[in-house]
C-alpha cells in the first residue's frame, strides 16, 4: 500500500510560481511512475504531468514550458515545480500512482492564481 501526502499550494499572483511536494510511503518509490491531476471547480480532474521510474516526462500542452515535473527517490518525493503562473492553473491538485492494479491518492492541495 502506498500513502501520498501533499504540500506546497497557496495563493499566489499570476506570474508567480510554487512548487508542490508529494511524499510517499513504502519502500517501492523507486518502482512507482508518479502523476499530478488537478480538478478546477465544475470541472473534471485532468492529468498535468507524470514522471515514470525511468525518469521519462510529460506534460499536457497548457503547461508545457511553465511545469516540471521531478523526482527523488531517495526522499520519495515527487515534485511539480509550476513558474509563470496563471488563473487559469488554479485547481485542487492531487498526486497519485497505481501500483498492483490500484490508483493512490493523495489528499489535495489548493493552489489558487489571482491578482
Known amino acids: 500500500q502506498v500513502q501520498l501526502v501533499e504540500s506546497g499550494g497557496g495563493l499566489v499572483q499570476p506570474g508567480g510560481s510554487l512548487r508542490l511536494s508529494c511524499a510517499a510511503s513504502?519502500?517501492?518509490?523507486?518502482?512507482?511512475?508518479m502523476g499530478w491531476y488537478r480538478q478546477a471547480p465544475g470541472k473534471q480532474r485532468e492529468l498535468v504531468a507524470a514522471?515514470?521510474?525511468?525518469?521519462?516526462?510529460n506534460y499536457i500542452d497548457s503547461v508545457k514550458g511553465r511545469f516540471t515535473i521531478s523526482r527523488d527517490n531517495a526522499k520519495k518525493t515527487v515534485y511539480l515545480q509550476m513558474n509563470s503562473l496563471k488563473p487559469e492553473d488554479t485547481a485542487v491538485y492531487y498526486c497519485?500512482?497505481?501500483?498492483?492494479?490500484?490508483?493512490?491518492w493523495g489528499q489535495g492541495t489548493q493552489v489558487t492564481v489571482s491578482s
Open positions: 513504502g519502500n517501492i518509490f523507486s518502482l512507482l511512475g
Open positions: 497519485n500512482t497505481r501500483w498492483a492494479g490500484e490508483d493512490y
Open positions: 514522471i515514470g521510474k525511468d525518469y521519462n516526462t
